[in-house]
């Protein structure tokens, strides 16, 4: 009877540990910054971001900078004009795309990245020092 006895508590402890998640006091390990290859834009992929404006070449081009992409920045560019600041704040969904120098001088964007965000539409959020 002693060892059912035992064997039962030693499974309820078991069942405990494994509904509330183990050892409490243990912290997961942190996760790995991604690397700059990671955080680059394939072709062909479409984009939601939010993220903020780090430098503007026009009103159909602007870069945008945020931890998740490449460090320095992804360049958006946008067929209708746009109207954004350096520090704005916006949301965006387009597709990536391959751009040639070609289509960056198109754009506007002083820039040799070749791989831009084409938006199909961009909302701003703007910055508190940012004139309208």
Known sequence: MRAVDLM???GLVLLTAACT???PDVEPAPS??????QRE????????LTAVVSRVYGE???VVDDADLPP???LVVSAAAVTVFVDDLVTLSGTAERLDATALRQYG???????AVIATSVRRYPARSATP
């Open 41 to 48: 834009l394939h072709a062909g992929t479409n984009v939601d």
């Open 60 to 62: 159909h081009a602007f």
């Open 32 to 37: 790995a910054t991604p690397s700059s290859a």
């Open 8 to 10: 039962l508590r030693c």
């Open 72 to 74: 320095d920045g992804q």
């Open 21 to 23: 998640g183990g050892h």
């Open 109 to 115: 964007a002083a820039t040799t990245t070749a791989v």
